[in-house]
């Protein structure tokens, strides 16, 4: 599930140095598992922005980024100075076969690194690295928590409004809708060839 609580920044490189004004968005490694690990369970614990319930495992996570890597999906993280504050990544949006040109992103930021553009930056390179991978659709999964930060973010790079489906989740004593955009990588189509 999307979700991206920051405001907007122009994307930086990954050969941007690592400063507090221009992070360091680059390909994730296995020792920056960690970092991600404890970025994501703030949201599950403390949040109704993932309907995950349990933090993943460093064992979950590992699989998770030897998976996305093995399919060709980007795995990024936003670094400054020497501290992963944030990540993203496009997996698969369904498991079925004919999904397989479709993905849903993921952008989360360590709690307090919000605000600063750093979404903005993950989300813009994510984008860049998918269509290169062969990506045709991209899918935001974003809860409506009451706040418009994530979808204002997708907003901002082109997602478009696709859908609502209305209390699918029930966390912390609350039923939550989930907002659906969508992202087309255009005129990439044609290119693709069953496989």
């Known amino acids: 599930m999307s979700s ?12 941007s140095p690592p400063t507090s004004s221009a992070p360091c968005i680059r390909p994730a490694a296995l020792a920056d598992l960690a970092a991600v690990a404890d970025i994501y369970a703030h ?3 403390d949040t109704v922005v993932t309907f995950d319930q349990t933090p993943p495992s460093a064992d979950d996570w590992r699989r998770r980024f030897e998976e996305l890597s093995g399919r060709g999906l980007p ?6 100075g020497t501290e992963i504050a944030g990540y993203a990544y496009a997996g698969p949006w369904r498991p079925k076969p004919a999904y397989r040109y479709t993905v849903e992103d993921s952008v ?17 390179r994510l984008l860049r690295e998918c269509g290169p ?23 901002r790079h082109g997602f478009t409004p696709a859908g609502r489906l209305t209390a699918v989740g029930r966390k912390h ?4 809708d989930t907002v659906l955009m969508q ?4 005129g990439t189509q044609e290119d693709v060839h069953d496989r």
């Open 183 to 186: 992202y087309s990588f255009e």
């Open 133 to 155: 991978a062969g990506v045709q659709q991209m899918v935001a999964v974003i809860a409506d928590t009451g706040s418009d930060a994530s979808a204002a973010l997708h907003r």
């Open 108 to 124: 989360y930021l360590a709690p307090d690194r919000t605000g600063r553009g750093l979404g903005s930056a993950l989300l813009a």
């Open 4 to 15: 991206s609580p920051s405001s907007p920044s122009s994307a930086s490189s990954a050969s």
């Open 75 to 80: 795995f990024l993280v936003a670094e400054l």
């Open 43 to 45: 949201y599950v614990t």
């Open 173 to 176: 004593g609350r039923w939550v």
